[in-house]
């Protein structure tokens, strides 16, 4: 600081001055959030260990809701569901995002226009997208399967309707709604990478997939990693779409396991249950984030 | 990775001799068309399912769905924009979101740059500690412990209440995060300079934060109302009263309802995301930023 102070008493002063100066800008914020984020997040370590229901009668239980856990076959198909969308969803929506960006960023007429064309299904409401992909959709009658047939195929899927079609719809409409928002956050990157580095590459010769690999993808590194991260997470907890889209089913084949925790917590009253389940959700996000952290520092250094 | 074909042509040119120029704005124009072709292939894939939404919202019922598909309707229905607000409580819904979303956006506009102000300008002991706290739980998604705060929030008598919501949305991490991010790129010099001449930190606060962060003051309202105008899970879980409802649940005991009125049900949808994307095209500007400098969302 320019300020530094000269004595000690007058820089514990300084310090204590400061002190109450912080904390009373971040107080009235860390109100909100201590009582409703941190305090939930520690809570949830308790209840996940008691047979807490709807009565808020608790008895510890200790690990009976996790050994419940393990043998819960409906558990198993929501994390393989989960698993399953995550799995698609991360490289579709990168390689789309990352795509359009590319294609932003050079001098074409109608770019910005486009820019606002493909940020606006992040904008738009789950409950609004659901409906209006569910009627696009529809098996008989909907534009997709009409455009299908009109390529050549024969038996169109039945999406929604169909227990195997139904995860690949709802990746689709997934993909389709975050890929402007991750474009956005490509394009920042692409935008600090050094225009000499490309002219350089140029007058080696390099061609334009060369470019790619050795300046732009080294270039959007640290991007592609907060984007990966941010993805993760947004895989893992995906819900609201799938609950409008299909409720989950057909059967359980979109069951996911927010989706789980909400039937177990909210329609079951199984407090207990519903938290050691949403332990694992926890667990999921925060390893990978820690983890992608950890590798990309070690890519670093 | 083209785009130094186009903005550089002199160095290219002179680099690799002059034979190469003709096949290079050859293979650059070529480029060019893949590039339109591929740009309004995106737009028609991403524009479709909104085209669908509002030429559906203005058939009949019976026109939505037909062989072959009517891409224009022959007659358009205004019908079903009257016919929406008699057969739905509509203006409750977007009276209740509006409420809302007013109320949280000032709320965490005031919270989080209030907050940020301290996490970015002042120094104490434990800040440090105190805003990894913060970042750290947006590793933490809000589906992991929407129970015990469903908990808390029931034994604070806020459940099936408006002021739930409120809860909710007003002291995310987000608020603090983006104006923090912003607070740190205003000159250190300038809140010194305030400091010498006496003025308290709350008064640099005030006197020159807050006319200096205009802008990301208005991407983070902009970006909070949005949200809580779309948040479709914590009313779902809070909210049992009809009465209540916010528009996305509205929307969606609608449909549950009418499920086979295809026409009016995309009116309501159409009602339900215009307001956003007149805010959106109206402050486009501060959203791109606001995403940009973050690289979050609530």
Same mark, same amino acid.
């Given at each position: 600081m320019a300020t530094l102070p000269r004595t000690r008493p007058r820089n514990r002063r300084l310090v204590s001055r400061n002190t109450v100066a912080g904390w009373s800008f971040i107080l009235p914020n860390f109100v909100g959030f201590a009582v409703l984020t941190l305090l939930p997040v520690v809570v949830l370590f308790y209840v996940a260990f008691t047979n807490w229901n709807v009565f808020g009668v608790a008895e510890w239980t200790g690990t009976a809701n996790f050994r419940r856990m393990w043998s819960d076959a409906s558990f198993w198909t929501a994390l393989r569901n989960t698993v399953y969308y995550t799995v698609f969803h991360i490289p579709l929506t990168l390689g789309a995002s990352l795509g359009l960006a590319l294609l932003l960023n050079r001098k074409l007429r109608g770019v910005r226009f486009f820019r606002t064309v493909a940020f606006f299904p992040y904008i738009t409401s789950i409950v609004a997208i659901a409906i209006v992909w569910n009627q696009l959709f529809s098996p008989e009658y909907g534009p997709i399967n009409a455009l299908l047939g009109a390529v050549g195929v024969d038996n169109a899927p039945g999406w929604t309707t169909s227990s195997t079609w139904s995860m690949p719809a709802v990746i689709i409409v997934g993909t389709w709604r975050y890929m402007g928002y991750y474009m956005l956050l490509f394009l920042a990157g692409l935008q600090t990478i050094p225009a000499q580095l490309y002219e350089a590459a140029e007058t080696d010769g390099a061609s334009p997939w060369q470019r790619f690999v050795h300046v732009t993808l080294p270039g959007l590194r640290h991007t592609t990693f907060f984007v990966t991260v941010l993805l993760t997470i947004e895989s893992f907890k995906v819900f609201d779409l799938i609950l409008v889209m299909t409720g989950g089913g057909p059967g359980q084949s979109t069951l996911v396991l927010s989706q789980y925790i909400y039937q177990k917590g909210? %329609? %079951?009253?199984?407090f207990g249950y519903a938290s050691a389940v949403s332990i694992v959700l926890f667990a999921i996000c925060f390893s990978i984030t820690v983890i992608q952290f950890m590798v990309n520092k070690r890519r670093n250094s | 990775m083209t785009a130094t074909d186009l903005s550089l042509p002199t160095p290219a040119v002179a680099a690799p001799g002059n034979r190469n120029a003709p096949r290079r704005s050859v293979q650059s124009r070529g480029w060019r068309l893949v590039g339109y072709a591929a740009l309004v292939l995106a737009a028609a894939g991403l524009l479709l399912p909104f085209y669908w939404m509002v030429v559906a919202s203005l058939k009949t019922n019976s026109d939505v769905f037909t062989i072959p598909i009517t891409w224009l309707p022959d007659r358009v229905v205004w019908r079903n924009y009257l016919d929406i607000w008699q057969r739905s409580d509509m203006t409750t819904w977007l009276g209740n979101t509006l409420l809302l979303s007013v109320v949280v956006s000032l709320l965490q506009v005031v919270t989080g740059s209030f907050a940020a102000y301290g996490f970015a300008r002042v120094r104490f002991p434990g800040r440090n500690a105190l805003f990894l706290a913060y970042v750290g739980t947006i590793a933490v998604p809000w589906q992991s412990y929407m129970i015990p705060q469903f908990i808390l929030m029931s034994k604070l008598q806020l459940s099936n209440t408006l002021w739930s919501i409120v809860a909710l949305q007003a002291f995310g991490a987000f608020g603090v995060f983006l104006m923090k991010q912003f607070y740190e790129t205003i000159p250190e010099e300038l809140s010194e300079s305030a400091r010498v001449d006496g003025l308290s930190e709350f008064g640099i606060y005030r006197r020159i934060m807050l006319p200096l962060s205009r802008p990301a003051l208005a991407s983070l309202a902009l970006l909070t109302f949005v949200t809580t105008w779309n948040d479709y899970l914590g009313p779902l879980i809070y909210l049992r009263s009809p009465e209540l409802r916010t528009i996305q649940l509205g929307l969606n005991t609608f449909i549950s309802q009418y499920n086979a009125e295809y026409a009016l049900i995309m009116t309501g949808s159409v009602l339900s995301v215009l307001p956003v994307a007149v805010i959106f095209l109206l402050g486009q500007r501060y959203f791109i930023e606001g995403i940009a400098t973050t690289g979050l969302k609530g």
């Open positions: 909210f %329609e %079951e009253n199984q | -």
